[in-house]
């Protein structure tokens, strides 16, 4: 290339250059003075706060939601998360009342949406594969539609190198632009749980990855409406890998723990005195043991993060040994509760059990990628006549010192805040098997199975 082409091209870079930093002025402004228009894709735990959040900060707000029937509570006003939510019900209800969050089924209204959040499932397959149909279908609907110069934030979590590899290409075929010039890309994982959803959007920092560092400053204009913790700036793939490795470093965690409790059982400790004692040493926090891991996230997040990676050929060893270890806790629940028959005289054939928590986290009623669900199933293979019981999942609903009636055993496995009130003597139930540390002392006249104790009554 000769030198008048080199100052061709690079004066077309600075021009083009030159356009979009004023296109983001422009979006930042129309952040400053509320008179941005935003869309949410996706309107279950994440996106249906995050649209309440920015309506109430005074923009108006398009949430789609492929659920008709979620569309419809939603415009009247009624949360469709039915856990304990503070504060949710309440903003929805003041939002969709002044107007400035309108719910529907779609795509087309986002045409005049300045920027768009996709908050849509990931998740991964038996394979541990990425599965993206739902994000695929939400960028092709989007792209279709999509206004000149929008921003389009992902704040799904996927696995790194989405963002280019699926994301852009999608946005790009779909609508006809080319990322940076005819539309804008930034990554902005979500960072929330179940029972803590306003509140962990509010106080819990942000990753705003841009394709560039101007995307990521106007991410930054916009999550500074409603986000009161750090927002930190970083390119697309850093987001991806900061999100998937934070759940990838609890779930190793937490098999720590679960292996520490199986140890204890084995020798005859008590893993929570260990724990207590283990966290007065300087720079340790030995998590939870338990029953097993569950939601929408940490099950899925570990293979996100080293999906890629695997491809490449890179060992990974210690993530699906974790992996591993908590996906077996469901079934060492059954083989407590093995132990606690033998003494009994009987077997898993034939008894009738009341499972305690169909959700997978207490005082809420998601119940994604739940233990209990893995619990069920087996008990169901053995033979056992199982009852559920969870206060906040409608189909598991119900006076719980009736349902006990006629078991044999019962097995805890959520801290609903509920069940840490039972009577252990009005329930009735010879056989406790414990997964949550619901019990400090085994309950009187029972025979009695806890993880990480070794207690027989």
């Known amino acids: 290339m000769n030198e008048k082409a080199k100052r061709r091209m690079s004066e077309s870079t600075d021009q083009q250059t030159a356009v979009t930093c004023a296109l983001l002025n422009e979006l930042q402004r129309k952040l400053a003075d509320k008179t941005a228009k935003l869309g949410v894709i996706g309107l279950g735990y994440v996106g249906l706060p995050v649209a309440c959040l920015f309506a109430a900060a005074g923009f108006k707000v398009i949430g789609v939601d492929i659920q008709a029937e979620r569309v419809v509570k939603i415009n009247a006003g009624i949360s469709p998360i039915e856990g304990d ?150 390119d697309c793939v850093t987001a991806e890998l900061v999100k998937t490795a934070e759940n990838a470093y609890r779930d190793v965690n937490i098999a720590f723990a679960n292996e520490v409790a199986l140890v204890c059982e084995a020798v005859g400790g008590d893993v929570w005195k260990v724990r207590e004692l283990v966290n007065k040493s300087p720079g340790r926090n030995m998590l939870l043991p338990g029953a097993g891991v569950g939601g929408h996230c940490i099950p899925k997040d570990p293979w996100l993060l080293v999906y890629e990676a695997q491809l490449q050929g890179v060992p990974i060893r210690l993530i699906p040994a974790a992996r591993a270890v908590n996906e077996a806790m469901p079934f060492h629940m059954i083989e407590l509760l093995e132990a606690a028959l033998v003494e009994a005289g009987k077997a898993v054939t034939g008894v009738r059990v009341l499972v305690l928590g169909y959700a997978y986290l207490e005082n809420s009623d998601d119940t994604r990628n739940s233990p209990s669900a893995v619990l069920v199933e087996r008990l169901r293979e053995l033979g056992a006549a199982v009852v559920i019981h969870d206060p906040y999942v409608a189909e598991y609903q119900g006076d719980i010192y009736r349902m006990a009636q006629g078991c044999d055993a019962v097995m805890v496995m959520v801290t609903h805040s509920e069940y840490r009130q039972l009577d252990w003597a009005t329930l009735g139930i010879p056989i406790v098997v414990d997964g949550r540390h619901i019990c400090d002392v085994a309950p009187q006249n029972r025979t009695y199975r806890a993880v990480g104790q070794r207690i027989v009554s």
């Open 85 to 234: 939510e503070p504060g949710l019900a309440e903003l929805l209800a003041k939002v969709t009342h002044a107007g400035t969050l309108h719910a529907t089924d779609t795509y087309a209204p986002l045409a005049e949406c300045d920027i768009i959040t996709v908050n849509v499932e990931t998740p991964v397959d038996e394979q541990h594969v990425p599965r993206y149909a739902a994000l695929q279908s939400a960028l092709r609907a989007l792209g279709a539609v999509l206004k000149e110069g929008a921003l389009v934030i992902i704040e799904s979590t996927i696995a790194p190198g989405t963002m280019a590899k699926l994301v852009k290409p999608i946005l790009e075929e779909t609508s006809g632009k080319r990322v940076n010039e005819g539309f804008y890309l930034g990554h902005c994982p979500e960072r929330v749980m179940p029972g803590k959803l306003l509140a962990n959007l509010r106080g819990v920092s942000r990753v705003c990855g841009g394709e560039t560092p101007e995307i990521a400053q106007t991410m930054i204009a916009l999550y500074r409406q409603v986000v009161r913790a750090d927002l930190d700036p970083a």
